[in-house]
């Protein structure tokens, strides 16, 4: 069975967080408006011109009044697709690593399997330019949340997921910076959702490096993730 | 005697701050006014640190002072952390009901031409 385009595409909501992307979000929302409509820009209080290229774009977008974190602009943006009557929520990353063919693929499997969300996993797909360093860094992070969330995953800090509206609505993400990625695999063993983990391609440029995650940005996430546990 | 009375002036302020803490925090106020009273009792009567710290396993009073301090200031900072958190918290509410209302650029773009 192949997933149908044309009935399910308007209660999809592509969700992208962005925080100086000037330079890369109006290629991706191009790109996601080949085959989505619903396409929310979350402008983290970016200090370029992020919201005026994405609105140009075509894609809505909302605004926070100054800089949260990666993981409160997922939350604004989710919350924002559900007032809007979303069936499915996508989260993806505005620098160009996420390809969009992969999505429909998630959703189909979402759907055929009944799960509550769908995550992309680049050790089950493919990457393209990524250096050895982040492979190890990203396969030790696997491993460390493995452990201590039990969930047996292949690529624990991919940013493309599918969520289930139902999914999305019941994941109130708190860690406003960039451990919300556990947070939301804390969410799954809490919730009990059901998870299909699908093969995505992803994508290193050199804009995409730049931007990206580095070494230290581990620590940070290992630190807030621990202050969370004692003080939840 | 003269660090003695620059101590209980020190002290005093502290305590003048907690009576004007009024009712709020019942439980905070009569936590500090038991740390400012014991500290009126050591500084004008070092000895009794002594005898404390001997009833607990201490060797001197001095080092009981000292981890009774380190032991607050701990408590302090975990508390602040605590509150911190949920201002941030209630912060992000108020950034995202912001973000989230009906057209927020749109609106006056269209006005203002």
């Known amino acids: 069975m192949l997933y149908d385009p044309i009935n399910l595409q308007k209660d999809v909501w592509i969700v992208i967080p962005a925080y100086n992307e000037g330079g890369m979000i109006a290629d991706v929302i191009a790109e996601v408006g080949t085959m989505f409509p619903n396409i929310i ?24 009044p100054f800089n949260l974190g990666q993981g409160a602009a997922l939350q604004t943006g989710i919350e924002f697709a559900l007032s809007r009557g979303a069936n499915h929520i996508v989260t993806f990353d505005a620098d160009g690593q996420h390809h969009i063919e992969d999505v429909p693929v998630m959703l189909e499997q979402l759907e055929q399997s009944g799960a509550d969300l769908a995550l992309g996993s680049r050790f089950l797909g493919t990457t393209v330019g990524m250096s050895q360093s982040r492979g ?60 299909v983990e699908v093969p995505v391609t992803i994508t290193y440029s050199d804009y995409s490096k730049e931007k990206g995650q580095t070494f230290t940005d581990a620590f940070v996430i290992f630190r807030d993730l621990i202050a969370a546990r004692l003080l939840s | 005697m003269i660090a003695q009375i620059i101590l209980t002036l020190g002290l005093s302020v502290c305590l ?65 952390h605590i509150k911190l958190r949920e201002q941030s918290e209630a912060l992000t509410t108020l950034a995202r009901h912001l973000a989230l209302r009906p057209d927020p650029d749109e609106q006056p773009a269209k006005n203002s031409k």
């Open chain 1, 136 to 195: 190890l860094l990203l396969k030790a992070a696997t491993l460390f949340t493995q452990i201590t969330t039990g969930l047996k995953l292949t690529d624990c800090h991919n940013g493309l997921r599918v969520f289930t509206a139902k999914a999305a609505g019941q994941l109130n993400l708190r860690q406003n910076r960039m451990a919300h990625a556990s947070e939301i695999l804390a969410g799954i063993r809490k919730n009990r959702f059901d998870f």
């Open chain 2, 16 to 80: 003048f701050y907690i009576i004007s803490l009024g009712k709020s925090l019942p439980l905070v106020r009569i936590g500090l006014f038991l740390v400012v009273l014991t500290g009126y009792l050591f500084i004008w009567f070092p000895e009794m640190t002594n005898i404390f710290a001997g009833l607990v396993g201490i060797g001197r009073g001095a080092d009981l002072v000292i981890y009774l301090w380190i032991l607050l200031s701990l408590f302090l900072i975990l508390k602040l």
């Open chain 1, 41 to 64: 820009v979350i402008d983290d209080a970016s200090s370029d011109e992020t919201s005026m290229v994405a609105r140009k774009a075509g894609a809505t977008v909302l605004r926070h």
